[in-house]
């Protein structure tokens, strides 16, 4: 017997499984590269066409060029980053005014406009200069910190006179060796390079008192010390030193340099050799004559 009930059709369920191209974008939007791009990339790409056409006409892009310049020198013209002189201690009168002229400034100035390490190598190419300091002090002070070269010997070259420390650097040209009398004269080509030696033998030197007048640099290689009254001691290129101190011990003896010398040969260690003058060697060749008769 068939029911007098009607029953409802049955409904489909839906499957609840995404659909191909549904999973593949759930899949991408996981990658975190992807996510990256949609979130920085395509923000920044679309901002940067946006500023690429705006910048494209000639007009703006001048506009937006003056526009920043103007930020910028606001910023920098301020009162607190002017600066408005220079000061600079431990150097001389002569020196700072050296210094002065290589750093043609003019005052007031932004401390932007000032290349630090730049005016530091222009000071230091100064011949009188051997380290210096340069930096920006509160109050719109350029502070420049010298440390000068000292001077310890007079170099006479075919230049002239002229200063030098004991590394053998220039400090200054002079007009005239009175002007510095109490240091020490070496002369000749190379004699600048050579200046820690030359010191070494000046110092053994002075028992000799006032008849030191110098040293003279021979070949770029070894050294005369020249004395008064024309005479002259002439040092070998190796042991210099204890051939000077050989020289002086047989003064002290026999008093050679007391007696009518011109030169004590010294450039061969083993054989000694003393030259009299002209008219030691003249009296000396009479005597001679003399006693052959």
């Known amino acids: 017997m068939r029911s ?9 369920k839906a499957d609840p499984a995404p ?4 999973w593949r974008m759930q899949r991408l939007m996981l990658t975190p590269g992807f996510r990256f791009a949609l979130r920085v990339g395509l923000p920044f790409t679309l901002s940067l066409l946006a500023g690429t056409i705006y910048m494209a006409d000639e007009e703006r892009r001048g506009t937006v060029v003056q526009a920043i310049a103007d930020v ?11 600066v408005k002189l220079m000061a600079i201690d431990g150097a001389s009168d002569m020196l700072s005014s050296e210094i002065r002229t290589a750093l043609p400034l003019e005052f007031p100035l932004s401390s932007f406009d000032l290349d630090l390490p730049q005016i530091r190598e222009k000071i230091t190419g100064i ?12 109050g719109g002070v350029l502070q420049i910190d010298v440390t000068p070269r000292v001077p310890v010997a007079v170099w006479r070259s075919e230049t ?10 220039h400090v200054a040209r002079i007009e005239a060796r009175r002007d510095h009398a109490n240091l ?15 010191l070494k033998l000046i110092g053994a030197a002075n028992v000799l008192g006032d008849r030191l007048r110098g040293l003279v640099r021979v070949g770029q290689r070894r050294w005369d010390v020249v004395l008064d009254r024309d005479q002259t001691i002439m040092l070998p290129e190796e042991n ?7 020289v002086i011990a047989l003064e002290g003896a026999q008093e050679v340099l007391t ?13 000694p050799t003393l030259r009299m003058n002209e008219d030691a060697t003249r009296e000396w060749w009479h005597i001679r004559q003399l006693s052959g008769q």
């Open 19 to 22: 659909s191909r191209w549904s």
């Open 72 to 82: 910028r020198a606001s910023i920098e013209e301020r009162p607190e980053f002017m």
């Open 259 to 271: 007696r009518d010398v011109a030169r004590v040969d010294m450039r061969l260690a083993a054989r």
């Open 184 to 198: 020490p004269l070496i002369a000749g080509a190379g004699a600048d390079k050579a200046v820690p030696e030359a």
């Open 127 to 138: 011949d009188g200069v051997k380290q210096a300091n340069v930096r920006i002090r509160p």
């Open 4 to 12: 007098l009930i009607r029953r409802r059709p049955e409904t489909v």
């Open 160 to 169: 002239g006179l002229a200063l030098v420390d004991n590394t053998g650097a």
């Open 240 to 246: 210099a030193l204890q051939a000077l101190e050989r």
